[in-house]
């Protein structure tokens, strides 16, 4: 089973509103990622984490807030976003964040739409 | 700094034919990882081959191998027996330890007419 799982497949919110993408591995995976891609374009990183601690953080604003409250759940949480964050969000877990385990399983990604 | 090129923005294959799409990379370091990833219209990035550059013999997986030229930097996908469902674009990355990042190329989109 290489199944990650990200819900909503879709979202709209306005600029206001706060909302959560929710990524779920039971791969027993150590590592996941979030990354943003626009249309037509590679997937851009944005956040690792690694036995549940964040270690990479892509200079992102911080309007996107990540959290991983245990090994097999994370979230990315969104507030006050700006239209040019519509993308489709996409997680990714791996064994371990090392180059040896790194292989990347990935989730079918949330769209997101900011009006 | 590590780069990925695919230098095929869009390619077209006939059924049951045979596609190659390539990829070249830059790198400093003698030990990491080269990825083929496809992004069909139902936008999961599926993982299609892995390949160890320490590893000579290239790798295969059913219908898929790539042709890895360490020395060339190349590392260029070989799709066999072409399905409808191989329709999507393919992604070439790199990991390696100095980043600990995955990086893509710019993707080649694949269409395969029936």
């Known amino acids: 089973d290489t199944e990650v799982t990200q819900t909503p497949k879709h979202l709209v919110m306005g600029m206001t509103n706060k909302k959560s993408l929710k990524c779920e591995q039971h791969m027993g995976h150590r590592a996941m990622y979030w990354y943003k891609q626009k249309a037509k374009k590679p997937p851009e990183l944005m956040f690792v984490y690694s036995y549940e601690k964040l270690s990479i953080n892509e200079s992102v604003p911080s309007r996107f807030s990540p959290e991983c409250p245990n090994s097999s759940l994370l979230n990315l949480h969104l507030h006050a976003l700006q239209p040019e964050d519509s993308a489709l969000y996409l997680c990714a877990s791996s064994p371990e964040a090392g180059i040896a385990k790194n292989i990347q399983y990935f989730g079918a990604g949330t769209r997101l739409s900011v009006l | 700094a590590q780069t990925v090129t695919q230098s095929q923005p869009e390619m077209s294959v006939q059924e049951a034919e045979t596609v190659t799409l390539s990829c070249t990379y830059d790198t400093s370091e003698s030990n990491y990882y080269l990825f083929w990833y496809k992004q069909p219209p139902s936008r999961q990035m599926i993982l299609v081959i892995r390949q160890e550059a320490y590893k000579q013999q290239n790798a295969t997986e059913n219908r898929f191998s790539v042709n890895f030229q360490k020395a060339a930097k190349s590392f260029s996908l070989k799709i066999s027996d072409s399905q409808l469902g191989d329709t999507a674009m393919y992604f070439c990355?790199?990991?390696?330890?100095?980043?600990?990042?995955?990086?893509f190329g710019t993707g080649t989109l694949l269409a395969v007419q029936p």
């Open positions: 990355a790199f990991y390696g330890g100095a980043t600990n990042k995955l990086i």
